[in-house]
């Protein structure tokens, strides 16, 4: 079968959007808290994993018991699922569950502001979306979230690492939300959904996957929680973009190193990579344009 017979149009790299019109008051943030019921959100989902893919956590030890909120910063896998109707990133899913099941507290996660820029868009994401307690990805929100006892989950490559498993430099956002709300940031590195899902990023074009979403692969899947970081150990003011800078590249190259770990004897691992050269681009975020300092998409490069 062609690779043509796999396209399926996941996203189309956009423009970057204002944080400012996906700003939420403190009322509206409680309420998103307050209606999040993750037993709502794709229950079965955790079950299949621990089947299905023998799915593996490790470093639960390591999360801290401080009381302080935590930012769980992790690597961009991308694959999606449909869950409640509507498409969902399936490390959220993975994350947040487990999360759930072991640690009984769940993170909210924020999300691409790209899904609430559009009414009908949204719409269709807010069944799995409320459940979840997702929320607009600025500043702001993320710092009132921890501000609330709330942690939180991010993504600071800002879009799918490419190749796979080789992890884009990272924003800075994650960085400045911790340290203003000083809140812990736990690396974590998750191993699997690039070879459950074979995906080809193709410059400009849909993501093609081989086998198709709702037929994946039968791999393995591993989470690592690792030690956590405080920023402001590293960071003595946010104004010090090259400390800034190199605590992001701390945070990215210890995922990477684990991330570099379990690949070896995965040789689904290299597949992917072959995949992805042979059929796709090799670069990520060819579409971005310079942020400005403030904002939560501001890049290590």
């Known amino acids: 079968m062609s690779i043509e017979s796999y396209l399926r149009p996941r996203y189309i790299r956009r423009k970057r959007l204002a944080s400012s019109q996906f700003e939420l008051t403190r009322q509206e943030l409680n309420r998103l808290c307050r209606i999040a019921d993750i037993s709502q959100a794709c229950p079965q989902f955790l079950d299949f994993a621990l089947e299905y893919h023998s799915l593996t956590v490790t470093g639960l030890e390591r999360i801290p018991r401080t009381g302080k909120p935590i930012i769980y910063a992790c690597n961009h896998t991308g694959t999606p699922l449909i869950a409640k ?21 769940t993170p909210k996660p924020l999300m ?15 069944d799995i979306f409320h459940p979840l307690g997702c929320v607009p990805i600025t500043l702001n929100n993320g710092i009132q979230l921890l501000d609330l006892g709330e942690d939180v989950l991010i993504y600071p490559e800002g879009e799918d690492s490419l ?8 924003f800075w956002g994650f ?21 459950s899902r074979l995906r080809i990023d193709v410059h400009n074009g849909p993501i093609v996957f081989a086998p198709p979403v709702n ?25 010090d973009i090259t400390s800034l800078s190199q605590f992001s590249e701390r945070v990215r190259h210890s995922i ?22 042979r059929y796709g681009h090799s670069t990520g975020r060819t579409a971005f344009r310079p942020a400005p300092i403030d904002s939560l998409q501001e ?3």
């Not at 691409?112 to 807010?126: C, T």
């Not at 990477?256 to 050269?277: C, D, F, G, I, K």
């Open 85 to 105: 109707g509507c498409w969902i990133s399936e490390t959220v899913l993975l994350v947040n569950h487990a999360l759930h099941h072991y640690r009984k507290r």
């Open 112 to 126: 691409g502001l790209h899904y609430y820029e559009n009414d009908r868009v949204f719409a269709q994401h807010k």
């Open 163 to 170: 190749p796979p498993y080789q992890t884009l430099p990272f």
């Open 175 to 195: 960085a400045k939300i911790a340290w203003t709300a000083e809140a812990l940031i736990v690396p974590v590195a998750v191993i699997g959904p690039h070879e």
């Open 215 to 239: 037929n994946p692969n039968r791999v393995p899947y591993h989470i690592a929680f690792l030690p956590a970081l405080d920023v402001r150990q590293f960071v003595p003011s946010l104004t």
């Open 256 to 277: 990477q190193v684990t991330l570099n770990s379990l690949s070896l004897n995965r040789p689904m691992v290299e597949e992917a990579r072959n995949l992805q050269h």
């Open 299 to 301: 890049s290590t490069k």
